[in-house]
């Protein structure tokens, strides 16, 4: 495999997911480090070369860039066990993969960055009109989880997959800005332990 890089913002759960799902494969990861808070990742530069989006993370393989941190976790997984076998649960991997991006992210990892990184007196009055909104869908969407896990370990199939490991990387910190509470989830929590007791486990601040 090509070099890779990962360009990122190390407090990004989407960035986490690329180094979690690489030191699960034992796969070596140099790192650029951007603070998004700064705008580092909206200069000419990072616009032209490495994501027109303005965003991380971004896979750089070689001398081509991958943004999206689902699409990038897949590209590191492909024939590997964290990618299922079974055709039908490879589609069933990648719809919780969809799922955390439309429902789990946008409210969960936006209100975790607000709330944490940003300041609840530094949001615009447009911001602070969507907290409620976000917390119950945030709400919801941990409820869903919950209920899923009720009589499995894992979101698909047996064992670790990428299912898992892109709905951890902000699950697990969604607690600081205090916007959820996982006590109220038990089986999020026993799920969030399983995963992090795994070989090849990292935490987001390492």
Not at 23 to 43: A, Q, V
Not at 64 to 74: C, G, K, Q
Not at 118 to 127: E, H, M, Y
Request: neutral net charge.
């Amino acid at each position: 495999m090509d070099r890779l890089t990962l360009h990122e913002d190390p407090v990004s759960g989407n960035c986490f997911k690329i180094r979690l799902t690489a030191s699960h494969l034992g796969l070596p990861l140099e790192r650029r480090l951007y603070d998004i808070r700064k705008g580092e990742t909206r200069t000419s530069f990072y616009l032209s070369t490495v994501n027109a989006n303005g965003r991380v993370p971004v896979l750089q393989v070689g001398e081509r860039y991958l943004p999206e941190s689902n699409a990038a976790i897949f590209y590191l997984a492909k024939g590997s066990a964290l990618i299922p076998a079974d055709r039908w649960d490879e589609a069933d991997m990648l719809r919780w993969m969809f799922w955390e991006q439309y429902n789990h992210e946008p409210n969960i990892a936006t209100l975790r960055f607000w709330l944490a990184y940003v300041g609840r007196d530094n949001l615009s009055d447009a911001q602070r009109a969507q907290i409620d909104g976000k917390r119950a869908a945030g709400a919801a969407a941990l409820a869903l989880m919950d209920a899923h896990l009720t009589h499995r370990q894992w979101f698909v199939g047996n064992s670790l997959s990428l299912a898992d490991i892109a709905l951890y990387a902000y699950t697990h910190v969604c607690e600081e800005g205090g916007a959820f509470d996982l006590t109220a989830y038990p089986r999020v929590q026993g799920w969030l332990a399983r995963v992090a007791g795994l070989p090849g486990h990292i935490r987001i601040d390492s």
